[in-house]
T-cell receptor, first 111, second 113 residues
Framework: QKEVEQNSGPLSVPEGAIASLNCTYS??????FFWYRQYSGKSPELIMS??SNGDKEDGRFTAQLNKASQYVSLLIRDSQPSDSATYLCAVKKGSNYQLIWGAGTKLIIKP | GAVVSQHPSRVICKSGTSVKIECRSL??????MFWYRQFPKQSLMLMAT?????????EQGVEKDKFLINHASLTLSTLTVTSAHPEDSSFYIC?????????FGPGTRLTVL
């Protein structure tokens, strides 16, 4: 079992709809979770961090964390073609702030 | 978010030469920086963790004598790929830790001929 798992996709969503990206993790004691967006040929960009159970909203993005189910998700409302990218889920490991990465989900927003 | 720069953005070199990549935190001090490598259509692979003033910690399978890391100041870490070969061609990305989050540089695309 991988430490951080994501569906590789591609996930195709029509423009204006809600895109839902999911991630599960295996280490029950994990406390810090991150979503990054990576456009093709570019480096990752931090979108959201979440540390507590529940929802965290930032503009069109909402991160959801359920530690009991070891599940973290990212919702993108009013999806735009510019949201088309690979979304990486990462979980902090250890005291040196290393991140364990999921393989990423490729999201395609169809105009 | 915090800003991290990388230089050069792209480099082409001959086999056997060494290449140095710089990673700078521009508006914050980074005690910890990370170096990643990413091959086409693959996920990020952590190469090493760099702590200011101490030796880098390399991940399993990464040759420390081939990938030299120096983190001499709180705003600069360098990665030197020594005696580069075509199989070292990849996208090298650094990140810096600030307030519990990692911020990435724009990456360096290395092509070894």
């Amino acid at each position: 079992q991988k430490e951080v798992e994501q569906n590789s996709g591609p996930l195709s969503v029509p423009e204006g709809a809600i895109a839902s990206l999911n991630c599960t993790y295996s280490d029950r004691v994990s406390q810090s979770f991150f979503w990054y967006r990576q456009y093709s040929g570019k480096s990752p960009e931090l979108i959201m961090s979440i540390y507590s159970n529940g929802d965290k909203e930032d503009g069109r993005f909402t991160a959801q964390l359920n530690k009991a189910s070891q599940y973290v998700s990212l919702l993108i409302r009013d999806s735009q073609p510019s949201d088309s990218a690979t979304y990486l889920c990462a979980v902090k490991k250890g005291s040196n702030y290393q991140l364990i990465w999921g393989a990423g989900t490729k999201l395609i927003i169809k105009p | 978010g915090a800003v991290v720069s990388q230089h050069p953005s792209r480099v082409i070199c001959k086999s056997g030469t060494s290449v140095k990549i710089e990673c700078r935190s521009l508006d914050f001090q980074a005690t910890t920086m990370f170096w990643y490598r990413q091959f086409p259509k693959q996920s990020l692979m952590l190469m090493a963790t760099s702590n200011e003033g101490s030796k880098a910690t390399y991940e399993q399978g990464v040759e420390k004598d081939k990938f030299l890391i120096n983190h001499a100041s709180l705003t600069l870490s360098t990665l030197t790929v020594t005696s580069a070969h075509p199989e070292d061609s990849s996208f090298y990305i650094c990140s810096a830790r600030e307030a519990g989050e990692q911020f990435f540089g724009p990456g360096t695309r290395l092509t070894v001929l």
